[in-house]
């Protein structure tokens, strides 16, 4: 009896055809400052396909064009890629950086919109989500760029490394605000652990290595797998041209963490670093998921809780804990306090290994430790919840999160509105079909593409 990947079932069945709908329907008031693009990626492999992992699957971006109180649009298209046509990564002549899925992030640098996959270059795709075709910077790009950049408020900087199972491991970027990189160094101490997010703060970079790390054993595609012998590390790393030089590693507990929430130095120097995290068993249980093997996780992330990392570069110590028992994945924040303190952070709740729980959005108060969960409701999950701040903001939380949700009961989806203050709804707007529970996305407003008009 064939057995179904569960990532081509339930909430994640993938979309089977590109559409475009207009004037979508409204329930509620859209906030009127709410005028540009939410774009949100995903794994989705075209019908026919069953990738042997679920980060194997074909991209494909969902675009939610909204306008002055109006839901003008909604298109899907595949980001297409050499792989989307059964391209390989490996050839003959070494990696094919072009042959991406790219399906993990989308964002946009310096007026380009760019569909990012860790092990290859970013795809670069028009307002209207056709693709261009593989960007590199003009050249200065040589390797991977991870799906998660981190572009600094103050300067408009993007940073970004390259990571690599074979020297040089780690490469960091940085691209000015019009897109142009200007710093390129390859950071000495890193192994072939998987790095697939990282942080900056005002004065520094921090990379994360965990126990999860190359493993030319793995058959599913994606050659990486746990390793007691793999040390979990914490990279500090002076930003700058010569930061490289002065870059210090911190021994940390086993585990593994794919996405960081925020970091930032705290007012006696030490860097503050937070995000979910798995241990051995969490990490074998999501890896089955992915892979559709048995002995799996109901979900795709088991026994994620957040971890709360303090480094003292001067003690040379590093001080965790586990700061919330209920499983999360997703974090996310008001980007404009990305590597400062941040009083507020949210997160996609999920039922626990056993399968008990729901789905939620979480928001989480670090001043007082207080979390608030808007419940989704039953058979219905919500994407990675998106900040945009609201017109004349002047507290942290004033704005409002964007969010698509999967509904199995009405097999339909809805971008959801909330206010990121209290977490109430304040609006809803009608997908033309159901949209397939994918990663990451981006609100682009109108003001980061020249305001040009569609």
Known sequence: MTVEKPYLTGHYTPVADEITATELTVEGDLPPELTGRLLRNGHNPKPGVTPTHWFKGSGMVHGIRLREGRAEWYRNRWVHTPALDGAPYMTEHGPDLAASTAGTHVIE???????LCEANLPFELTRDLDTVGAYDFDGKLRTAMTAHPKEDPVTGELHFFGSSPFPPYLMYYVADAKGRIVDSIEVPGATASLKHDFAITRHHVVFIEGNVTFDPADHSGIPYGWSDTQPARIGVMPRGKDGARSVRWFSIEPGNVLHVANAYEDGQGRIVLEGPTVDDEGFRLSWNWWIGAPERGTEPVTRSYTRRWVVDTVAGSVDEQIIDDLPVEFPTLNEEYLGVENRYQYAVAFPDEKGFGGYGLVKYDRTTGARRI?????????????????????REDDGYLLTVVSDLKQDASQLLVLDASGL????????????????????????????ADD
């Open 424 to 451: 109430d709804r304040i609006a809803t707007v009608h997908l033309p079909h159901r949209v397939s529970s994918g990663l990451h996305g981006s609100w682009i407003p109108d003001t980061a593409l020249d305001g």
């Open 374 to 394: 808007h419940q989704i409701g039953d058979a219905r999950m919500p994407s990675e919840a998106v900040f945009v701040p609201a017109a004349g903001a002047t």
């Open 109 to 115: 640098h310096a007026g380009r919109l760019l569909a």
